[in-house]
């Protein structure tokens, strides 16, 4: 998830760099691209589960079910919040991090809030579109 991240698309592009800075709705475009790949990963997700599942031999569906959803919620306990959450502070800070490690907790702590805005657009596109795909 942090190769499509906001920052990384504008790094690997110089013309995203200039359409980010001349347009505010092409940079509110820009910041949709992270949690729209997210979702749809968890999209496909539960059905992969749910093969793997059948596949070590389980018979019962419940069962099958059952560790289809435990899976499930690590991946998203472990990606989605924390590889998210602390990836994105320690990149944006590591450099002063390096130079003055002392100051680490500080820096996460001014730098974690910044996410804040990614967590809401996920919620937003997790709602509407996540949801909404799962009825089809």
Do not use: H, W
């Not at 919620?73 to 959450?85: E, I, P």
């Not at 130079?99 to 937003?124: C, D, K, Q, V, W």
């Amino acid at each position: 998830s942090l190769l499509v991240s906001e920052s990384a698309l504008i790094s690997s592009s110089p013309r995203l760099a200039q359409l980010d800075q001349a347009s505010a709705l092409f940079s509110s475009a820009i910041a949709m691209v992270q949690p729209l790949c997210l979702v749809g990963i968890q999209q496909l997700l539960p059905p992969l589960f749910i093969a793997i599942g059948k596949a070590e031999g389980v018979v019962a569906f419940s069962e099958v079910q059952m560790r289809s959803f435990s899976r499930y919620f690590l991946f998203q306990v472990l990606n989605v919040f924390l590889v998210t959450a602390i990836a994105g502070s320690i990149f944006d800070t590591i450099a002063i991090i390096i130079e003055n490690p002392e100051a680490a907790f500080e820096m996460l702590g001014n730098s974690l809030p910044r996410l804040s805005s990614f967590f809401m657009t996920f919620i937003i596109v997790k709602s509407f579109l996540g949801l909404g795909v799962e009825l089809v």
